[in-house]
């Protein structure tokens, strides 16, 4: 796993998010932190309003887009 950026939130009560390189993917996958393990379960799933886990590569023939 290549960590390949953090957001945090300036108010520390919400949710962070780690973006990292999933290699056998060959995808950018986020994850998030400082919830309760059902949300990153929902999130990670994409179920009940969460999304983003996996993300979208933007067609580009010379550049990885997501």
């Given at each position: 796993?290549?960590?390949?950026?953090?957001?945090?939130?300036?108010?520390?009560?919400?949710?962070?998010?780690?973006?990292?390189?999933?290699?056998?993917?060959?995808?950018?996958?986020?994850?998030?932190?400082?919830?309760?393990?059902?949300?990153?379960?929902?999130?990670?799933?994409?179920?009940?309003?969460?999304?983003?886990?996996?993300?979208?590569?933007v067609p580009d023939a010379e550049n990885r887009i997501f």
């Open positions: 796993m290549l960590t390949v950026g953090e957001l945090k939130p300036k108010d520390n009560a919400l949710p962070r998010f780690l973006l990292r390189w999933d290699e056998r993917a060959k995808s950018l996958d986020v994850d998030i932190n400082n919830v309760s393990r059902e949300i990153k379960r929902m999130f990670k799933a994409g179920k009940r309003g969460y999304e983003g886990h996996h993300t979208m590569r």
